[in-house]
Structures are given as C-alpha cells and as structure tokens.
C-alpha cells in the first residue's frame, strides 16, 4: 500500500501491507505484543477507525546515532461491521495501473510482439495479426530493422 499511511497512538507510521484481519506497518516506536492501540487507516478517501493489537514488533534498520525502525504487525480488534465493510472494499479493489504494459520488440523479420512468432499477416498499413496467438498490433520498418507494438 504505497503512500498509505496510519496514526497509531498519537505517532504516524507507514502503512506496508493491509488485509482483512490485520495491518504490517512501519513506526518509530517500539511495541509489546498483546498491546492494543487504536489505529486510524488512511488507505481509501474515508480514513478507517479499528482497535487493533500488537501481534509482533521486530526492529528493521538501526544506524549508529539513530532511531531504530519497527515493523510492527497488529490484528483487528472486533472492528465495526463499516471498518470491516471498508476493509473489505480495499482488500478486494486490484491495484491500479496508470498505464497499460505493452511490448514493444525491435527485430530484422516480421515477428509478434508477444510469442515472436512469424506467422504474421499484414491487413492493411502498418497494421498487423498474429495467427498464432491472435494479437493485433503495430509495425513498421524503417531500413531492415523492424519495429512492433
């Protein structure tokens, strides 16, 4: 959950990983296992309220003449049934992606962007099918070096 982030007993930490049942988060401080806190989530556009206890407390990076970091994972405790109907939606909703992956390939002979194979059928300007794996895409060649999308 990058650039989620949590209050923990009046500290902020950095939220690494959310599920239904619990939270793994990042802070400054220190706690026992068995200790519960009340927790505020920032991971969707209302901020989810839960009481949660201390599962584990482990320190992940000391330096010398620094703070040391926890990574501290907590269980929910009884949460409300809107926390767990939150929870839920933000456990369940897939990560979003800004932009879509395409291949890109850069060969001497007409091949599929995604098997490279050569069974590659033009159907008009610049644009062709693979009949192996049915994939559409964009070609062109400039000189002997071809170029698809």
């Known amino acids: 959950m990058a650039g989620s982030h949590a209050e923990l007993a009046s500290s902020f930490a950095d939220v690494l990983n959310v599920s239904r ?5 990042r802070t400054a401080q220190q706690h026992q296992p068995g200790d519960e806190w009340p927790l505020i989530l ?21 330096r010398r003449g620094m703070r040391p970091i926890y990574s501290l994972a907590m269980t929910f405790v009884a949460p409300s049934a809107e926390a767990q109907s939150l929870l839920d ?13 395409r291949r890109f390939s850069i060969s001497f002979a007409r091949r599929c962007p995604e098997c490279r194979s050569h069974a590659v059928v033009k159907e008009a300007r610049h644009r062709y099918v693979c009949s192996d794996c049915d994939r559409h895409f964009s070609g062109l060649r400039i000189g ?6």
């Open 144 to 149: 002997v070096i071809r170029f698809a999308r």
């Open 42 to 62: 920032d991971l969707a556009k209302t901020p989810i309220r839960v009481v949660a206890r201390v599962v584990r407390c482990e320190p992940v990076a000391v």
């Open 89 to 101: 939606r933000v456990c369940r909703t897939p990560p979003s992606r800004t932009t879509p992956r």
């Open 21 to 25: 049942t619990g939270v793994l988060i």
